[in-house]
């Protein structure tokens, strides 16, 4: 009974210390007060339950706390939408800012693919349109492609190719950035999701001095001994294969020591390559064949012409001939020679810091297939120590018929040019000493970009990332009428506006009493007589 006496009078304390609180006018914090006073009430009164706990000990829930960790670590990427003038800045898979932008106007189209960010500027002036202020600039291309602010920011496409920011958040997001963050610009809007496949890259300690990609293909054997190369200008390496790994070795400690990731590509075999490959099996083989650069020269025309003369009468040459033509049959055939198996269809670069690291040739199934667009990027694993989550954007890209032909891909019309990430995955086969390099040396915030095009002449041989160009499946003509889709509404609205105008003073004038007159009045008098 006593306690029930208690509890009813702590009530009665309560019920006046809120109607003292709304008196006094506090009721935007009452809510803070009643939750603090209920429990020093409870406290006090003996009434609190065995399962209650302190703010401070509640559980967070293991979503929640993924998806902080992730956002922590993640790095920032950044994703425009054309079709809804809209920018989203994204940690991971976490949205952290919003804002809408203005896109490039019709004859000055933005863009859409995959960039990185460049060059920043807090000030910086066009070199382009007479000077014009582009302050707090983040460049994509070295070709004049930026996010900038603007004074002018309107709801549809009108700058020449830059994507305009507003004023104030231009700044927000120029401090939320680092050179390299990754910027994807898209006909339609999109989030990073997290994926989970073998084949993307984890961080492995090995040995890779006998598994170096991009070096003479005659070192075939570990080399023993190789130690930090000093003074390489006054001792020149007596053994030049030992000389090059170990520059490489010393090249890849001090990437593993740089807070810059890695920038890795895969796409189809070009021609380029094709010859380049072929230059490296010849080299293999024992025809001269210079420098694998990827040009055909007379080097090259003289290997290959020694190779074919070398194969005259075989079953090789009935099947292929003698001809000395530069194409996939050939390269097919010296690939047998050399016992090397597949004939590459990929290929896979790495980049670091801007700079060119080193390529390898890979394998890509299905290559009739369209691999579509796809950027995956890497963060610290919420659940592994040690191991990355990924998480992947994909892009739609659609090939007109001369492309398809040149690339060898069939596409459907109707087709979207959206692949999902786990099917193109699912087809590429990457080597295992190349692998081994790229998992030594990977990091939080690095990236894998696949595209069917290569990347874009915008890919400078210094200086950029790997910038990706797509075509997406909605026309750009239907997003650049957006600005003139606006004007018509605005037009309509005003002559709406004019018409209810003019309505109204109709309607007031028929409403309003005449005034009567002396000529009225005898009018009247006529009219009844």
């Not at 597949?342 to 670091?352: C, Q, S």
């Given at each position: 009974?006593?306690?029930?006496?208690?509890?009813?009078?702590?009530?009665?304390?309560?019920?006046?210390?809120?109607?003292?609180?709304?008196?006094?006018?506090?009721?935007?914090?009452?809510?803070?007060?009643?939750?603090?006073?209920?429990?020093?009430?409870?406290?006090?009164?003996?009434?609190?339950?065995?399962?209650?706990?302190?703010?401070?000990?509640?559980?967070?829930?293991?979503?929640?706390?993924?998806?902080?960790?992730?956002?922590?670590?993640?790095?920032?990427?950044?994703?425009i939408s054309?079709?809804?003038?809209?920018?989203?800045?994204?940690?991971?898979?976490?949205?952290?800012?919003?804002?809408?932008?203005?896109?490039?106007?019709?004859?000055?189209?933005?863009?859409?693919?995959?960039?990185?960010?460049?060059?920043?500027?807090?000030?910086?002036?066009?070199?382009?349109?007479?000077?014009?202020?582009?302050?707090?600039?983040?460049?994509?291309?070295?070709?004049?492609?930026?996010?900038?602010?603007?004074n002018s920011v309107p709801s549809y496409p009108a700058s020449h190719g830059c994507v305009r920011l507003p004023r104030g958040f231009a700044k927000k997001l120029f401090s939320l950035t680092e050179r390299g963050a990754h910027v994807i610009i898209a006909n339609r809007d999109a989030t990073p999701q997290q994926i989970q496949h073998q084949m993307l890259f984890q961080p492995q300690e090995v040995d890779v001095s006998d598994k170096l990609s991009g070096l003479d293909p005659s070192l075939m054997n570990p080399v023993q001994g190789l130690g930090k190369i000093t003074l390489l200008s006054d001792r020149p390496a007596q053994d030049d294969v030992a000389h090059l790994v170990a520059k490489r070795m010393n090249q890849f400690n001090e990437i593993k020591k740089s807070k810059k990731p890695l920038r890795i590509f895969i796409t189809r075999q070009a021609r380029g390559n094709l010859v380049r490959e072929i230059q490296v099996t010849l080299n293999t083989l024992g025809f001269d064949a210079g420098t694998p650069d990827g040009r055909v020269g007379k080097a090259t025309n003289a290997a290959v012409r020694a190779f074919l003369a070398s194969k005259q009468g075989s079953i090789e040459a009935r099947m292929y001939g003698t001809t000395p033509r530069i194409n996939q049959a050939l390269l097919d055939q010296l690939y047998q020679a050399a016992g090397k198996g597949?004939?590459?269809?990929?290929?896979?670069?790495?980049?670091?810091n801007f700079k060119p690291l080193f390529d390898a040739p890979i394998q890509i199934s299905n290559p009739d297939t369209p691999l579509g667009a796809h950027l995956f990027t890497a963060s610290a694993s919420?659940?592994?120590?040690?191991?990355?989550?990924?998480?992947?954007v994909n892009l739609g890209d659609k090939f007109s018929q001369d492309l398809q032909s040149r690339l060898g891909v069939k596409q459907a019309k109707e087709d979207t040019g959206i692949v999902a990430s786990t099917d193109v995955l699912?087809?590429?086969?990457?080597?295992?000493?190349?692998?081994?390099?790229?998992?030594?040396?990977?990091?939080?915030?690095?990236?894998?970009?696949?595209?069917?095009?290569?990347f874009s002449r915008e890919t400078t041989d210094v200086g950029t990332d790997f910038i990706v160009l797509t075509k997406p499946s909605i026309p750009t003509r239907a997003v650049a009428k957006t600005k003139n889709t606006v004007k018509r509404k605005a037009v309509a609205a005003r002559n709406s506006a004019t018409e209810r105008k003019v309505a109204a003073q109709k309607a007031k004038k028929s409403a309003k009493p005449k005034t009567q007159t002396i000529f009225s009045f005898f009018k009247k008098k006529k009219s009844s007589s």
């Open positions: 009974m006593r306690d029930i006496l208690i509890s009813i009078g702590l009530m009665y304390k309560f019920l006046f210390f809120v109607l003292g609180i709304r008196r006094l006018g506090h009721m935007k914090s009452t809510t803070g007060y009643v939750g603090l006073t209920i429990s020093i009430l409870l406290s006090s009164s003996g009434l609190t339950t065995a399962n209650e706990t302190t703010l401070e000990q509640a559980p967070v829930a293991s979503k929640s706390a993924a998806a902080i960790k992730m956002s922590e670590n993640a790095p920032v990427q950044i994703i054309r079709k809804d003038q809209s920018l989203r800045v994204f940690r991971g898979n976490q949205e952290i800012a919003k804002s809408k932008v203005s896109t490039g106007k019709r004859g000055h189209t933005t863009p859409t693919g995959i960039f990185s960010i460049l060059e920043k500027r807090k000030r910086h002036f066009s070199n382009i349109y007479n000077s014009a202020p582009m302050p707090y600039m983040q460049r994509l291309t070295w070709s004049g492609i930026a996010l900038h602010e603007s597949k004939v590459p269809t990929g290929h896979l670069f790495v980049r670091h919420d659940v592994n120590e040690g191991q990355l989550d990924w998480l992947a699912n087809r590429i086969t990457i080597p295992d000493n190349v692998r081994a390099q790229i998992n030594h040396l990977i990091k939080i915030g690095a990236s894998l970009t696949i595209s069917d095009r290569g």
